[in-house]
C-alpha cells in the first residue's frame, strides 16, 4: 500500500505571492489532515477534511484554506504569503486510531 | 482545550544506556495518547498509541509507554537505545470523545541525542 504522498517536496515563493500543496492519502482512508511544522511553534494543526467536508479547523488566518476532491486528494493554499509562514507542511490520513503522515512540503518564503 | 508538555526538549544518552521521554498532558475530557518520532527531513513515525486497555503499552524498535491517568502522564522508555534512535520525539493528544483521530495536540518535542 503506497503511503500519504506530498508534492512538491521544496519549494521557494516571495512574500505576497500564494501557494498551493497537494496531498494524496493512503488508499482508502477518507480523512485527511494538515499540520504546520515550525521551530519557533512547533506541530500546529491546520484543518481536517472527510469526504469532501472541512471538519475541524486550527486557529490560522483566513489566508489558509483547503479543500478535498471526491477521490480523497486534498490541497491546501496559502494566499499574500507571509516570511513567518516559511515552515514545513505536513499531511495525514487517518484510520480508525492513527495518523499517517507524509514527507511534507518544505516553503521558503523569501 | 487540550495541552501536552514534554519536559525535556534535549536529552543526551549513551548508546545502550536506557532512556526516558517524559510527556505530561491537560484534558477536561478522556483522550487517545500518541508517541511520534521524526528523523531529519522527513514526516512523523507513529511508535506506538493507547486508546483503551492495558495501560502499559508497547510499540515498535523496542519503545514503551505508560498510561498514568492519575498522573496525567505518557512517558517514553526503551531500555537499550542505539545510535539509530538519534531523532526528535513527539507526544500527542486526541479527543477520545469523537469520531475524528485527525486533530491531534503536539508537544513541543524532545531530540533525544544517542552518543557512541
Known amino acids: 500500500k503506497a503511503g500519504v504522498t506530498q508534492t512538491p517536496r521544496y519549494l521557494i515563493k516571495t512574500r505576497g505571492q500564494q501557494v498551493t500543496l497537494s496531498c494524496s492519502p493512503i488508499?482508502?482512508?477518507?480523512?485527511v489532515s494538515w499540520y504546520q511544522q515550525t521551530p519557533g511553534q512547533g506541530l500546529q494543526f491546520l484543518f481536517e477534511?472527510?469526504?469532501?467536508?472541512?471538519?475541524n479547523k486550527g486557529n490560522f488566518p483566513g489566508r489558509f484554506s483547503g479543500r478535498q476532491f471526491s477521490n480523497s486528494r486534498s490541497e491546501m493554499n496559502v494566499s499574500t504569503l507571509e516570511l513567518g509562514d516559511s515552515a514545513l507542511y505536513l499531511c495525514?490520513?487517518?484510520?480508525?486510531?492513527?495518523?499517517?503522515f507524509g514527507e511534507g512540503s518544505r516553503l521558503t518564503v523569501l | 482545550a487540550q495541552s501536552v508538555t514534554q519536559l525535556d526538549s534535549q536529552v543526551p544518552v549513551f548508546e545502550e544506556a536506557p532512556v526516558e521521554l517524559r510527556c505530561n498532558y491537560s484534558?477536561?475530557?478522556?483522550?487517545?495518547l500518541f508517541w511520534y518520532v521524526q528523523y531529519p527531513n522527513q514526516g512523523l513515525q507513529l511508535l506506538l498509541k493507547?486508546?483503551?486497555?492495558?495501560?502499559l503499552v508497547k510499540g515498535i524498535n523496542g519503545f514503551e509507554a505508560e498510561f498514568n491517568k492519575s498522573q496525567t502522564s505518557f512517558h517514553l522508555r526503551k531500555p537499550s537505545v542505539h545510535i539509530s534512535d538519534t531523532a526528535e520525539y513527539f507526544c500527542?493528544?486526541?479527543?477520545?470523545?469523537?469520531?475524528?483521530?485527525?486533530?491531534?495536540?503536539f508537544g513541543q518535542g524532545t531530540i533525544l541525542t544517542v552518543h557512541p
Open positions: 495525514a490520513s487517518s484510520e480508525v486510531g492513527e495518523l499517517f
Open positions: 488508499s482508502g482512508h477518507r480523512s
Open positions: 477534511y472527510f469526504s469532501e467536508t472541512q471538519r
Open positions: 484534558s477536561s475530557v478522556s483522550v487517545y
Open positions: 493507547y486508546l483503551s486497555g492495558s495501560t
Open positions: 500527542a493528544v486526541a479527543n477520545a470523545g469523537g469520531t475524528s483521530y485527525g486533530k491531534l495536540t
